[in-house]
């Protein structure tokens, strides 16, 4: 039996290549203990603890050097939002320059690409194809309103107490260019009929479907985070609708269950309310729903006005 001494700190407790474990002094026989396992070729894993998807990007790239996280993986890596049959799949997708053979690997779905230097970033020592390249490879695959609404989320403003970060991901002449780059690209026909209907304001894959909702059903263009008094900053904001007629719309999503985010949801509903306007909250049954019956209930209230 081979005894598990002590791996070096380094590997302790991530996974890890054969390759990094030769350069800290591992004896390849320790490799083969207990406590230890296959994670794929030139991998190891610790037994009883699964990785991370960070951990297993991290050591994929690593056993890999001219790969990169791409696609659907790319896309949760950046929290850019997917549609519920792609979002569930555990395989880690790899991109490679086109020339190179394309990855190989039990749970890994391997791309061969164009691409042009600065679309890869290199984020805490992974490299990850950018948020504005990820929203461009998936296009081909998406139905348009996921293109749109993930298209929302690069351009929308972050909020920095939460996310971490004070700029968009992207701005639309930015992804104008990386459209007019990638002329032969599957799926950029479809990128470029959804920048025209991208806005800057929806902060939810929801949120950008209600607002196509509306305009699927011949209503205005609705206008985004809606505040009640548009001069004070810090007036309370909706999540869209229409000024004229006194109606706004705040999606109920499942980050507004917390009890100190109803106190605030409360006190903001509470102010639109007593200053008179209509005020609609969908959920995800609306969602389900397509909003058809909020939509209806909204016209009624647009022609009451």
Partial sequence: MVTAKPLPEELAKLPFTVYQSRALGVAPNRLRA???VGGGRLIRTHAGREPSMIERARVLCAATPDAWVSHETAAVFFDLGLP???GADPRMHLSKPNGLPRVRRAGVVGHRVHVIPGEVVEIDGIRV???????LDLAHQLPLRYVIAMGDQLIRMPRPDLEFRSLPFAHKDGLRLLIRQHPNMKGVEKARLALDEMRVGADSFPETFLRLALLDANLPEPELQLRLDPHDPRSPAADLGYRKHRIAVQYDGAHHRTREQQSRDNRRDELFVHAGWSYFKPNADDLADDFQQLVARIKRARRTD
């Fill in 129 to 135: 194809s950018g948020p504005a390249r990820t929203w």
């Fill in 34 to 36: 207990k406590d230890l």
């Fill in 84 to 86: 519920p049959w792609l």
